[in-house]
């Protein structure tokens, strides 16, 4: 009878039942934590979800793996984080050791909806994935856009890709022509000299379409689909200090809300309307931005801290409050602000003091290259990660991916409809493909922490493991076991 088992092997290659352990053979490489079916002594079912571009859909296939000798198997689950390379915007997954799982963010194109349909293909070949919650951070595109795409996407006919209860958000919605920080939000209030954006909404679905942008109208339609295939769905507003994931906590783990600050303005909430660096004027990006869901996430004695897209006068201000009330902002995992921009407050990483830092950005097109990350922050990150680690670990999602060089490419359009070819030809001079997509993949038990990251080989991983003790002390263990 087949037994659900969780892998105690840092890496582990799979290879197809009955075949030789060669690189053409290799089905899958899993890594600590990872579940399995298996299904008979020595034998693993995995269950893929591939892509068929002549049918142009996800299809399933299910194989027989060999474990390999003398692997080993753990009885309780891990904390899963997987930092996805999105391009330029953020994504996450988090999966609970109750097997919860999180959505942050979802980045702007089609990458994360490619990503849950490939990490989650042993669940969606019976029924949809059903996320606890769907949080996104701030109302830019490039962090919820994606999100829009996978609550849209079907895992078949008449099955929706993901389905949850509950969308978390900071409850700023942009309006069409968002470009003057005092009505990018609708309306906003001065008292005492400072401005503030005091139409903050439960659900942005009760702005008018005429008054949003045309993102946020997208994410209203997927709304409307995602209450019709969820039970009970819950939008709501948060900041700092609220408990959204009360009934997700246990007495080894917890996630806490720390952003936005909101303050109270004629008895109702708002949120500081905030400054372009170096000037006096507003900014409705550096708003929207400072004012990002920010979560610390602890298991253990192991803590995660995503910092959305926070800049150095909202990352000073969550300092300064923080401290007021006794809260430490340090983390053993640090998901970096706003794809490491240069608008950072180094006050804020010597507080955080990483020792995993975790940059998420890419190029899509030159409208939306930024020069991320930023020398000064990387270096910066260097400067402040945890003085007591010799090689503090620092990632870059675009970096752990892999391109292939294609050359000189033409490019034809293909009819979403009917599948046929153009026949208008664009040449393209040293084209590139993305092959492997820049996951970084963050394990812990809540003392032990795995970090491991893909390549362009299949059977080639980047893999750290260190311990955290009950103060915060790290130990680097010598090398990963792979098998």
């Known amino acids: 009878m087949a037994e659900l088992r969780y892998l105690d092997d840092d890496v582990v290659r799979l290879y197809e039942s009955g075949q030789p352990r060669k690189k053409e053979n290799l089905v899958a490489t899993l890594f600590w934590g990872d579940q399995v079916k298996v299904v008979r002594p020595g034998k693993v079912e995995i269950a ?37 390379d999105v391009g330029q915007g953020d ?47 701030h109302g830019d595109a490039d962090h919820f856009a994606g999100l829009t795409r996978v609550v849209n996407a079907q895992r078949a006919a008449d099955s929706p890709l993901v389905t949850s209860p509950l969308v978390l958000h900071n409850g700023l919605v942009k309006r069409p022509k968002a470009s003057a920080a005092k009505t990018a939000f609708g309306r906003s209030r001065v008292v005492d000299n400072v401005a503030y954006a005091t139409q903050l909404e439960d659900d942005p679905r009760d702005v008018p379409a ?17 209450k019709k295939n969820s039970k009970g769905l819950k939008v709501r507003r948060v900041g700092y200090g609220d408990d959204p994931f009360s009934h997700l906590a246990t007495d080894d783990f917890t996630i806490k ?60 201000r969550l300092l300064t409050h923080a401290t007021s009330e006794g809260l430490s902002l340090t983390a053993e995992i640090l998901k970096v602000p706003h794809h490491g921009s240069a608008d950072f407050s180094p006050r804020m990483l010597e507080a955080v003091k990483p020792v995993v830092s975790v940059v998420s950005s890419g190029d899509e097109n030159q409208t939306k290259e930024y020069i991320h990350p930023r020398a000064g922050l990387v270096g910066a990150l260097g400067k402040y990660s945890r003085a007591t680690v010799e090689k503090p670990l620092i990632y870059v999602t675009e970096m752990v991916a892999f391109f292939q060089r294609l050359g000189t490419i033409e490019k034809r359009d293909v009819d979403p409809k009917t ?19 820049g996951i970084v993949h963050v394990r812990t038990d809540g003392e032990r922490v795995l970090v491991a990251t893909h390549s362009g080989k299949d059977d080639q991983k980047e893999s750290y493991a260190f311990h955290v003790d009950k103060l915060g002390d790290v130990t680097f263990e010598p090398e990963t076991r792979v098998l």
């Not at 999180?102 to 849950?116: A, F, P």
Request: aromatic share 6%; hydrophobic share 40%.
């Open 48 to 84: 893929r979800r591939l892509w068929d571009a002549a049918k142009r859909k996800f299809t399933t296939k299910v194989t027989e793996c060999a474990l390999p000798k003398g692997a080993r198997f753990r009885d309780k689950p891990l904390l899963k984080v997987r930092f996805i």
């Open 91 to 137: 994504g996450a997954i988090i999966e609970t050791p109750a097997g919860d799982v999180i959505l942050v963010d979802g980045g702007e194109e089609e990458h994360m909806r490619r990503y849950i349909n490939a990490a989650f293909g042993h669940v969606l070949r019976s029924k949809p994935l059903d996320c606890a919650a769907i949080v996104i951070t």
């Open 210 to 226: 005429s008054s949003r942008n045309q993102p946020f109208n997208d994410w209203a339609e997927a709304l409307d689909r995602l």
């Open 257 to 316: 809300v720390l952003g936005p600050i909101v303050d109270e303005i004629g008895g109702k909430p708002a949120l500081r309307l905030l400054k372009t660096p170096g000037s006096s004027g507003l900014s409705a990006s550096h708003t929207i931005n400072g004012h990002s869901i920010v979560l610390k996430l602890t298991c253990g004695h192991v803590r995660f801290l995503f910092g959305a897209d926070l800049n150095e006068e909202s990352e000073d």
């Open 419 to 437: 599948g046929k070819v153009g026949k208008t030809a664009e040449t393209i001079n040293n084209a590139y493909r993305k092959t492997t997509f």
